[in-house]
Protein backbone atom coordinates (compact mmCIF):
# COMPACT_ATOMS: atom_id res chain seq x y z
CA UNK A 1 0.00 0.00 0.00
CA UNK A 2 1.55 3.32 -0.77
CA UNK A 3 2.12 5.52 2.13
CA UNK A 4 0.09 8.24 0.55
CA UNK A 5 -2.77 6.02 0.49
CA UNK A 6 -2.16 5.29 4.44
CA UNK A 7 -3.82 8.07 7.01
CA UNK A 8 -5.07 8.14 10.80
CA UNK A 9 -8.31 9.78 10.46
CA UNK A 10 -12.18 10.44 11.55
CA UNK A 11 -14.38 8.22 9.34
CA UNK A 12 -17.87 8.30 10.15
CA UNK A 13 -20.22 4.99 10.27
CA UNK A 14 -21.44 5.15 7.18
CA UNK A 15 -17.90 5.61 4.91
CA UNK A 16 -16.70 2.95 7.49
CA UNK A 17 -19.40 0.10 6.70
CA UNK A 18 -19.12 0.85 3.09
CA UNK A 19 -15.29 0.58 3.26
CA UNK A 20 -15.49 -2.67 5.64
CA UNK A 21 -18.29 -4.44 3.34
CA UNK A 22 -16.54 -3.90 0.36
CA UNK A 23 -12.92 -4.54 1.89
CA UNK A 24 -14.17 -7.87 3.15
CA UNK A 25 -16.10 -8.98 -0.56
CA UNK A 26 -13.57 -8.23 -2.11
CA UNK A 27 -10.43 -9.75 -0.30
CA UNK A 28 -12.69 -12.79 0.93
CA UNK A 29 -10.89 -15.57 -1.17
CA UNK A 30 -7.42 -14.23 -0.71
CA UNK A 31 -7.60 -14.09 2.79
CA UNK A 32 -9.02 -17.86 3.09
CA UNK A 33 -5.74 -18.49 1.00
CA UNK A 34 -3.90 -17.15 2.69
CA UNK A 35 -5.07 -18.14 6.66
CA UNK A 36 -7.85 -20.71 5.98
CA UNK A 37 -5.29 -23.81 6.72
CA UNK A 38 -4.51 -22.19 10.28
CA UNK A 39 -7.91 -21.41 11.03
CA UNK A 40 -9.16 -24.76 9.63
CA UNK A 41 -12.70 -25.44 8.76
CA UNK A 42 -14.07 -26.72 12.24
CA UNK A 43 -11.96 -25.06 14.63
CA UNK A 44 -12.17 -22.03 17.42
CA UNK A 45 -9.22 -20.13 17.60
CA UNK A 46 -8.98 -16.95 19.15
CA UNK A 47 -6.00 -15.50 17.69
CA UNK A 48 -2.70 -15.23 15.75
CA UNK A 49 -0.94 -17.12 18.48
CA UNK A 50 -2.96 -20.03 18.22
CA UNK A 51 -4.96 -20.37 21.21
CA UNK A 52 -7.79 -22.46 21.00
CA UNK A 53 -11.39 -22.11 22.46
CA UNK A 54 -10.97 -26.60 23.12
CA UNK A 55 -7.62 -25.70 25.37
CA UNK A 56 -8.72 -22.01 27.03
CA UNK A 57 -12.40 -22.90 27.42
CA UNK A 58 -13.25 -19.11 27.90
CA UNK A 59 -17.22 -20.00 26.57
CA UNK A 60 -17.97 -22.17 29.34
CA UNK A 61 -19.67 -24.98 28.80
CA UNK A 62 -21.24 -25.01 25.65
CA UNK A 63 -23.21 -27.82 24.98
CA UNK A 64 -26.91 -27.28 24.58
CA UNK A 65 -26.40 -22.98 24.51
CA UNK A 66 -27.13 -21.07 21.46
CA UNK A 67 -24.45 -19.13 20.45
CA UNK A 68 -23.77 -16.71 18.64
CA UNK A 69 -20.61 -16.10 16.17
CA UNK A 70 -20.56 -12.28 15.85
CA UNK A 71 -18.37 -11.48 12.61
CA UNK A 72 -18.21 -14.62 11.88
CA UNK A 73 -16.18 -14.60 8.43
CA UNK A 74 -15.62 -18.21 7.24
CA UNK A 75 -18.03 -19.11 10.23
CA UNK A 76 -15.16 -22.14 11.39
CA UNK A 77 -15.63 -21.21 14.77
CA UNK A 78 -19.15 -21.90 14.64
CA UNK A 79 -19.04 -24.95 12.97
CA UNK A 80 -16.59 -25.67 15.70
CA UNK A 81 -19.31 -25.22 18.71
CA UNK A 82 -22.15 -27.31 16.89
CA UNK A 83 -19.47 -30.10 16.98
CA UNK A 84 -19.51 -29.78 21.05
CA UNK A 85 -23.08 -29.79 21.34
CA UNK A 86 -23.81 -25.89 20.79
CA UNK A 87 -26.63 -24.64 18.66
CA UNK A 88 -24.97 -21.95 16.77
CA UNK A 89 -26.17 -18.85 14.67
CA UNK A 90 -22.92 -16.81 12.72
CA UNK A 91 -23.52 -13.62 10.96
CA UNK A 92 -21.21 -11.32 9.12
CA UNK A 93 -21.79 -8.38 7.12
CA UNK A 94 -19.54 -9.72 4.46
CA UNK A 95 -21.13 -12.10 1.46
CA UNK A 96 -18.15 -13.10 0.07
CA UNK A 97 -17.32 -13.86 3.47
CA UNK A 98 -20.61 -16.38 4.14
CA UNK A 99 -19.67 -17.27 0.79
CA UNK A 100 -16.20 -19.25 2.12
CA UNK A 101 -18.55 -20.53 5.10
CA UNK A 102 -21.51 -21.75 2.82
CA UNK A 103 -18.15 -23.47 0.87
CA UNK A 104 -16.41 -24.58 4.39
CA UNK A 105 -19.78 -26.10 5.14
CA UNK A 106 -19.87 -28.05 1.92
CA UNK A 107 -16.55 -29.68 2.87
CA UNK A 108 -16.64 -30.28 6.43
CA UNK A 109 -20.13 -31.65 6.57
CA UNK A 110 -20.98 -29.01 9.37
CA UNK A 111 -23.77 -26.47 8.73
CA UNK A 112 -24.53 -23.97 11.01
CA UNK A 113 -27.26 -21.12 9.96
CA UNK A 114 -26.14 -18.04 8.30
CA UNK A 115 -26.88 -14.46 8.33
CA UNK A 116 -25.98 -11.47 6.48
CA UNK A 117 -26.40 -8.85 9.29
CA UNK A 118 -24.96 -5.37 10.46
CA UNK A 119 -23.44 -6.15 13.88
CA UNK A 120 -24.97 -2.09 14.86
CA UNK A 121 -28.41 -3.83 14.15
CA UNK A 122 -28.24 -7.18 15.13
CA UNK A 123 -31.37 -8.36 13.54
CA UNK A 124 -32.32 -10.82 16.54
CA UNK A 125 -34.90 -10.93 19.59
CA UNK A 126 -33.93 -9.73 23.07
CA UNK A 127 -32.41 -11.84 25.02
CA UNK A 128 -32.57 -14.69 22.32
CA UNK A 129 -28.74 -16.12 23.07
CA UNK A 130 -26.74 -17.78 26.29
CA UNK A 131 -23.38 -16.68 24.49
CA UNK A 132 -21.88 -14.42 21.96
CA UNK A 133 -18.25 -14.33 20.59
CA UNK A 134 -15.93 -13.57 17.93
CA UNK A 135 -12.26 -13.86 17.21
CA UNK A 136 -11.70 -10.50 15.47
CA UNK A 137 -14.65 -10.10 13.61
CA UNK A 138 -17.04 -6.70 13.75
CA UNK A 139 -15.92 -4.92 16.42
CA UNK A 140 -12.34 -3.39 15.19
CA UNK A 141 -14.33 -2.27 11.57
CA UNK A 142 -17.65 -0.33 13.62
CA UNK A 143 -17.37 3.38 14.11
CA UNK A 144 -19.50 3.36 17.39
CA UNK A 145 -18.51 -0.17 19.44
CA UNK A 146 -20.27 1.17 22.03
CA UNK A 147 -23.20 0.95 19.99
CA UNK A 148 -21.92 -2.84 19.19
CA UNK A 149 -21.99 -4.05 23.06
CA UNK A 150 -25.37 -2.54 23.86
CA UNK A 151 -26.67 -4.90 20.76
CA UNK A 152 -24.72 -7.94 22.04
CA UNK A 153 -26.07 -7.40 25.77
CA UNK A 154 -29.47 -6.79 24.71
CA UNK A 155 -29.57 -9.98 22.75
CA UNK A 156 -28.05 -12.25 25.34
CA UNK A 157 -30.31 -13.94 28.27
CA UNK A 158 -29.21 -13.15 31.46
CA UNK A 159 -25.91 -14.86 33.41
CA UNK A 160 -24.73 -15.01 29.27
CA UNK A 161 -21.05 -14.59 28.53
CA UNK A 162 -19.55 -12.52 25.89
CA UNK A 163 -16.04 -13.37 24.62
CA UNK A 164 -13.93 -11.19 22.36
CA UNK A 165 -10.72 -11.05 20.75
CA UNK A 166 -9.05 -7.92 19.12
CA UNK A 167 -5.52 -6.34 18.15
CA UNK A 168 -4.20 -5.47 21.88
CA UNK A 169 -4.45 -2.05 21.81
CA UNK A 170 -0.95 -1.34 22.78
CA UNK A 171 0.37 -2.67 19.08
CA UNK A 172 -1.12 0.54 17.85
CA UNK A 173 2.19 2.64 19.53
CA UNK A 174 4.29 0.60 16.64
CA UNK A 175 3.91 0.24 12.61
CA UNK A 176 2.42 -2.98 11.36
CA UNK A 177 6.13 -4.56 10.43
CA UNK A 178 6.28 -7.76 12.22
CA UNK A 179 9.91 -7.21 11.95
CA UNK A 180 11.99 -5.03 13.97
CA UNK A 181 10.26 -1.68 12.13
CA UNK A 182 7.62 -3.08 14.28
CA UNK A 183 9.56 -2.61 17.24
CA UNK A 184 9.53 1.16 17.79
CA UNK A 185 7.33 3.12 18.88
CA UNK A 186 5.68 5.67 16.68
CA UNK A 187 2.38 6.43 17.09
CA UNK A 188 0.47 7.94 20.43
CA UNK A 189 -1.40 5.18 22.44
CA UNK A 190 -4.39 8.03 23.41
CA UNK A 191 -4.60 8.83 19.56
CA UNK A 192 -7.90 7.20 18.72
CA UNK A 193 -7.77 8.22 14.88
CA UNK A 194 -8.43 5.19 12.32
CA UNK A 195 -6.19 3.48 10.82
CA UNK A 196 -7.61 4.11 7.28
CA UNK A 197 -6.72 2.91 3.50
CA UNK A 198 -7.91 5.05 0.98
CA UNK A 199 -8.17 4.94 -3.29
CA UNK A 200 -6.50 8.26 -4.92
CA UNK A 201 -9.59 10.36 -4.63
CA UNK A 202 -9.34 9.88 -0.78
CA UNK A 203 -12.18 7.61 -0.43
CA UNK A 204 -11.72 4.95 2.55
CA UNK A 205 -11.54 1.47 0.89
CA UNK A 206 -10.43 -0.04 4.28
CA UNK A 207 -10.66 1.07 7.86
CA UNK A 208 -9.96 0.16 11.04
CA UNK A 209 -10.99 1.63 14.99
CA UNK A 210 -8.22 2.05 18.13
CA UNK A 211 -9.50 1.69 21.77
CA UNK A 212 -7.66 1.68 24.51
CA UNK A 213 -8.03 -0.67 26.86
CA UNK A 214 -9.79 1.78 29.51
CA UNK A 215 -12.15 2.37 26.55
CA UNK A 216 -13.00 -1.06 25.97
CA UNK A 217 -13.78 -1.62 29.93
CA UNK A 218 -15.75 1.24 30.04
CA UNK A 219 -17.73 0.09 27.11
CA UNK A 220 -18.74 -3.12 28.10
CA UNK A 221 -19.28 -1.56 31.41
CA UNK A 222 -21.32 0.97 30.93
CA UNK A 223 -23.65 -1.39 29.04
CA UNK A 224 -24.06 -3.88 31.64
CA UNK A 225 -21.41 -6.27 31.35
CA UNK A 226 -19.25 -7.44 34.13
CA UNK A 227 -15.75 -7.72 32.97
CA UNK A 228 -14.09 -11.24 34.62
CA UNK A 229 -10.95 -11.75 32.63
CA UNK A 230 -8.21 -10.03 29.95
CA UNK A 231 -6.21 -13.18 28.75
CA UNK A 232 -3.25 -12.21 26.37
CA UNK A 233 -2.22 -14.87 25.22
CA UNK A 234 1.41 -14.88 24.83
CA UNK A 235 3.73 -16.60 22.23
CA UNK A 236 3.90 -20.19 22.43
CA UNK A 237 7.39 -21.67 21.88
CA UNK A 238 7.36 -23.69 18.40
CA UNK A 239 5.29 -21.07 16.96
CA UNK A 240 7.50 -19.78 13.58
CA UNK A 241 4.42 -18.40 11.72
CA UNK A 242 3.84 -14.88 10.64
CA UNK A 243 0.19 -13.44 10.28
CA UNK A 244 0.30 -9.61 9.23
CA UNK A 245 2.08 -8.01 12.05
CA UNK A 246 2.36 -11.12 14.31
CA UNK A 247 5.58 -12.91 14.25
CA UNK A 248 7.44 -14.67 16.94
CA UNK A 249 10.07 -11.51 17.33
CA UNK A 250 7.43 -9.34 18.84
CA UNK A 251 5.01 -11.90 19.76
CA UNK A 252 7.60 -12.54 22.80
CA UNK A 253 8.34 -8.92 23.64
CA UNK A 254 4.86 -7.62 23.86
CA UNK A 255 1.27 -8.96 23.20
CA UNK A 256 -0.77 -9.05 20.33
CA UNK A 257 -4.13 -9.84 20.94
CA UNK A 258 -6.52 -9.02 24.20
CA UNK A 259 -9.54 -10.93 24.58
CA UNK A 260 -12.03 -9.91 26.70
CA UNK A 261 -14.51 -12.27 28.96
CA UNK A 262 -17.11 -10.47 30.23
CA UNK A 263 -20.89 -11.31 31.55
CA UNK A 264 -24.36 -10.44 31.55
CA UNK A 265 -25.22 -10.25 34.95
CA UNK A 266 -28.57 -12.10 36.08
Not at 62 to 75: Q, S
Not at 116 to 128: C, G, K, M, N, V
Not at 173 to 193: C, K, M, N, T, W
Request: glycine share 10%; charged share 25%; proline share 5%.
Amino acid sequence: MDSDRVTRRRVGDAEARRANRRWWDADADEYQAEHGAFLGDVDFVWCPEGLREADARLLGDVAGRRVLEVGCGAAACARWLATQGARPVAFDLSAGMLRHATRAADTSGVRVPLVQADALALPFADRSFDVACTAFGAIPFVDDSAALMREVHRVLRPGGRWVFSVTHPMRWIFLDDPGEGGLVAVHSYFDRSPYVEQDDRGVASYVEQHRTLGDRIRELVGVGFRLVDLVEPEWPAGHEGIWGQWSPLRGRLFPGTAIFVTEKPR
